[in-house]
């Protein structure tokens, strides 16, 4: 029987989950000596101008309300940017940064601007794809004292551009779609060379409220729908760093308990080998409002 294993991808979006989802994620990971890789949101936490997407995207609202977004997020990080000031994320906090990979985690690059990147990324002149990486790499580097390796695109959302400037980096992967195994991007009939490494799993954010899925069980769920070989989960430092937390020690412990072991995103791009070229459109997935990057059909 071929083992299960889990390569866990968090994404840090906000100034609060910066500052207090991370810590808890490190605490409650020290406990089962897991690692995960983290991407960080490195400029403005503007969360309050995603209120514009109840009038954009069909379904945020109901999905708001499903997850009870504002208690997981809090009503002061839901103001940020519009009635308050939008904080500098990486900056004020570098030593979050610094202690998540000197606990030996893997750090990569979210975004500068999650809501900008999220919403406007396909509207973006090129020269401005490539100035919102550029912003978070240099930071990335002056916090860190090297360059980033790895990025995750906020919400999923990709371009030809975005696609273009990641290859320009010379990164070692990224991990921007939704899909079902490690491949490598051709968009709009263009091949980039960067490694894909795709989540497989869904979030708690698109299953909570659905089919009797809660924070109590939540973590009965992932375990019941981890296949053999390579998974990759999402989780947020919002939430199971945070508001669902108790759910995500519950589903570290039943890891534990049925053999699944967790790894970085890099531990397992040292696996793969003979990846395919798949095609990647921008599509929507059940329990997301709004579209997805999605790994699409073999290109020969």
């Known amino acids: 029987m071929s083992e299960k294993i889990v390569a866990l991808k968090v994404d840090v ?13 490190l605490a409650d990971m020290a406990r089962f000596d897991v690692k995960a890789t983290f991407y960080f949101s490195m400029g403005p936490d503007n969360s309050g101008k995603a ?19 504002p208690a997981a997020y809090g009503f002061k990080t839901m103001l940020y940017g519009t009635l308050l000031p939008a904080p500098m994320i990486a900056e004020s906090l570098p030593q979050v940064l610094r202690g998540t990979e000197q606990q030996g985690h893997e750090v990569g690059i979210h975004c500068w601007d999650h809501v900008k990147w999220h919403d406007y990324l ?16 240099a930071l990335f580097e002056e916090i860190l004292g090297h360059r980033a390796t790895t990025t995750a695109a906020p919400g999923w959302t990709v371009s030809p551009d975005s696609l273009e400037v990641q ?14 195994a490690p491949f490598y991007p051709v968009m709009h009939g263009r091949r980039f060379r960067t490694l894909q490494i795709p989540t497989t799993l869904p ?5 909570l409220g659905t089919n009797g899925i809660t924070p109590d069980n ?5 375990c019941k729908n981890i296949k053999e070989g390579l998974n990759v989960l999402t ?4 939430l199971e760093g945070g508001a669902i937390r108790q759910s995500f020690v519950h589903m570290l412990e039943r890891f534990q308990q049925d053999g699944v072991r967790c790894i970085t995103l890099g531990e397992a791009v040292q696996d793969i ?18 579209k997805v990057a999605i790994q699409g059909d073999v290109v020969r």
């Open 51 to 69: 209120i514009r997407r109840i009038f954009t995207r069909p379904g945020f609202l109901k999905k708001m309300l499903r997850t009870k977004a």
């Open 203 to 207: 979030t708690a954010d698109e299953i």
């Open 218 to 222: 939540i973590h009965d769920y992932y």
């Open 273 to 290: 080998s003979g990846a395919p070229a798949c095609n990647i459109t921008m599509g929507e997935i059940p329990g997301r409002a709004g």
């Open 122 to 137: 396909p509207w973006f002149p090129k020269h401005l794809t490539a100035m919102e990486l550029g912003r978070a790499s």
């Open 167 to 180: 290859d320009a980096l010379g990164l070692s992967y990224s991990s921007d779609g939704r899909g079902s």
């Open 235 to 238: 989780i947020h430092a919002e």
């Open 13 to 25: 979006d906000t100034y609060a989950g910066t500052r207090d989802g991370v810590p808890n994620l």
